[in-house]
């Protein structure tokens, strides 16, 4: 899928006339801004000649994009990926539009697939019904775009080994570089608790956001190890000391989460070996609801409220685990504070939630001041810090619902995939993916990272790439779509 552009002898030199006209100005004017012009110039004839080579570059910018705020905090804006995510929905459409049938119809008929459009439509009610209409349009916006471009475009662009691993390496690269930028930051602070937000600057929002984004990559990492067997030392040795490397960033990001995370795609990655992954969600979800009807009766949860005389944002890392097993730690009581708001609020919208970003203008009013924490003011808006709550007050049950659901499908059809695979990268690939997604998994039951444009973006290229490797196992094996 490729476009052919005829007598382009005028693009080499308008280009470069372009690039020196852009430094002219630049060093006149001062203004910055206007040396991108080349660049994207460049990538729209790169766009135009060959599509899916610009959107290598679209992976590799993920990584490094950095967020901004404009408009006195109204709109955000990660650069430079989100732009180019503009362009592609815009060319996806075109696509189709000009030939409809470039949508397989396998893709409709995969399970995963079926649930991502359930959502989406579920998504369309809930912004019709919503009391904070506007966010929540420009939220249904971004997910069509992060549909489009990590979704349905990386089914058109992935067909084989090559571009697994060309799809690997143009994320880890540039994802090592922030990671070293951020390590050496860190270094100079002496690895502090306390300064681990300073290290991270804007590479990434906060260090939860950068616990997630490497978290999630590190089981893709691994599984590359093994299968590097037959390569050059330098390349085996190369490859373990970034383990080792992703091992170490980890536990600096000071992220509790994300241990946990990695302890739990461990259990899933055994698991699906073993054929035993159906049995998780279902346990886990079990627990859940047990939990919260025993926490529910006499309103035992009241028993939990923070202790203000011990209950303080802690220093070190060492205090702050402590205190987290103690339930005295700052953050766990603010999100209790948030849990429980979220929870008596859904009750008076249940069905349709508040809409896409309605959470904040609503909670206050629900929440128990038995809970409030000095954080609680939550200046930087941010929401229930626990992904299925923040599907049920926004979306309402409906769209937790699918959300759940869509965890235990995923695992399933990694089993699946997995154990009809009898090619050794494939069952590795397909392990480190559902790993990946594991890793998510525990990372969002303590925030909301998938609507961040990293953490979002590797969440639906890790969906897309299962629907892929269940299209290939089934076409080696001749079996039909379920």
Known sequence: ?????????????????????????????????????????????????????????????????????????????????????????????????????????????????????????????????????????????????????????????????????????????????????????????????????????????????????????????????????????????????????????????YARAALLALIFATIVGYAIKKRLVNFIMPAIYAVIVLTGVYLGQDKRYIDLRPDFEHTYMHSNYSSHLIATIQGRDLSSMERLYRWVAAIRMSADEPFTGYGPHGFYYHYKSYALPLFRTYVSKNEEHSTTHNYFLYMLTEQGWPAMILYAILIIVVFAQAQKIYHRFNDLFYQYVTLGLAMAFAVCFVNNFFSELIETHKVGALFYLILALLVVLDKKSRDIKGTPAV
């Open 1 to 253: 899928m490729q476009l052919a552009v005829k007598n382009n002898k005028w693009l080499l030199p308008a280009t470069i006339a372009l690039l020196f006209f852009s430094i002219a100005y630049t060093v006149l004017s001062g203004n910055l801004l206007i040396m991108a012009a080349p660049f994207i110039v460049a990538y729209l004839f790169l766009v135009v000649v060959n599509w899916k080579n610009a959107y290598w570059l679209l992976l590799f910018c993920i990584p490094p994009s950095i967020q901004f705020t404009l408009f006195n905090n109204a709109l955000s804006l990660s650069l430079p990926d989100e732009p180019i995510c503009w362009l592609f929905l815009l060319l996806l459409i075109l696509l189709v539009a000009y030939r409809p049938i470039i949508i397989p119809r396998w893709l409709l008929q995969q399970p995963i697939t079926f649930i991502v459009i359930l959502q989406l439509l579920w998504l369309v009610v809930a912004v019709l019904f919503s009391k904070v209409l506007i966010l929540s349009i420009k939220f249904f916006i971004a997910k069509i775009w992060y549909l489009a471009c990590f979704f349905i475009l990386p089914v058109l662009v992935f067909k084989d080994k090559k571009d697994l691993k060309i799809g690997f390496l143009l994320i880890l690269l540039p994802m090592l570089v922030t990671m070293m930028v951020i390590f050496v930051r860190h270094a100079a602070l002496h690895f502090s608790f306390a300064n681990i937000g300073a290290a991270i600057g804007m590479l990434y929002v906060n260090h939860v956001e950068y616990a997630s984004v490497i978290s999630m990559f590190f089981p893709v990492v691994c599984i590359a190890y093994p299968l590097t067997k037959n390569s050059k030392t330098w390349i085996r040795v190369s490859l373990l000391i970034i383990i080792l490397f992703f091992v170490v960033s980890i536990f600096l990001t």
